[in-house]
């Protein structure tokens, strides 16, 4: 597809456990961001990924939450021992390059409900 | 910090109406600013952008953006709504130049049109 894709859309889960959701991001942009979009905090920025640069991770809640990019491209976030406060909706958005004037395309973002 | 405030989470306009949403930000360096529009169950979309071009910015479906250094903000205005304008619409702003392109993003403001 031409857009940003995220799988799954809908996530489940119980407290405690693990999770991973998945964003494919536009071919050949380079840059990759996650956001988490919730009721009580609205949409935050989580972490960043630029090339083969070292990722910032500076909007990381806790250490339960960790993202890698494998080859520049596909986007795992992972969140351990879930907990019912990270129900969110988890959105990915990709730009051509970093920066404020290269627009961000998003995902429709995957909605994770902690039980 | 950067900060993003929307006035008002929820307006209500008449078809034909005009569409008035306000957003002021909090910058000690020059802003970087942006509005997104969120359609049910869709992924975020840009309507415009202000980089430090012109002041008033021209977006998609007929919106458009003041940047007033002045009074810190970036209403977003359209002349006559349109009952597909309905959705949540997000201010957001990013660092000056060097950035990652990260954004600090609204509350947002969910526009309802009314025939």
């Known amino acids: 597809g031409a857009g940003v894709s995220q799988s799954p859309s809908n996530k489940v889960t119980e407290k405690g456990k693990d999770v991973e959701l998945r964003c494919d991001p536009i071919s050949g942009h380079t840059a990759l961001y996650w956001y988490r979009q919730s009721l009580g905090q609205g949409l935050e920025f989580l972490i960043y990924?630029?090339?083969?640069?070292?990722?910032?991770k500076s909007g990381l809640p806790s250490d339960r939450f960790s993202a890698e990019r494998t080859g520049g491209s596909v986007s795992t976030l992972t969140i351990q021992r879930t907990q019912q406060e990270d129900s969110a909706v988890y959105l990915c958005?990709?730009?051509?390059?970093?920066?404020?004037?290269?627009?961000?395309?998003f995902g429709p973002g995957t909605r994770l409900t902690v039980l | 910090a950067q900060s993003v405030t929307q006035l008002g989470s929820h307006v209500s306009v008449s078809e034909g109406a005009l569409v008035l949403l306000r957003c002021n930000y909090s910058s000690s360096v020059p802003p970087y600013l942006f509005w997104y529009v969120q359609y049910p169950n869709q992924g975020l979309q840009l309507l415009l952008k202000?980089?430090?071009?012109?002041?008033l910015v021209k977006g998609i479906n007929g919106f458009e953006a003041e940047f007033k250094k002045s009074e810190t903000s970036f209403h977003l205005t359209k002349p006559s709504a349109h009952m597909s304008d309905a959705a949540e619409y997000f201010c957001?702003?990013?660092?000056?130049?060097?950035?990652?392109?990260?954004?600090?993003f609204g509350q947002g403001t969910t526009l309802q049109v009314k025939p």
């Open positions: 202000y980089t430090s071009a012109a002041t």
């Open positions: 957001a702003v990013s660092y000056g130049s060097g950035n990652t392109g990260k954004l600090i």
């Open positions: 990924f630029q090339g083969n640069s070292a990722p910032d």
């Open positions: 958005a990709s730009s051509q390059t970093s920066g404020v004037y290269n627009e961000q395309f």
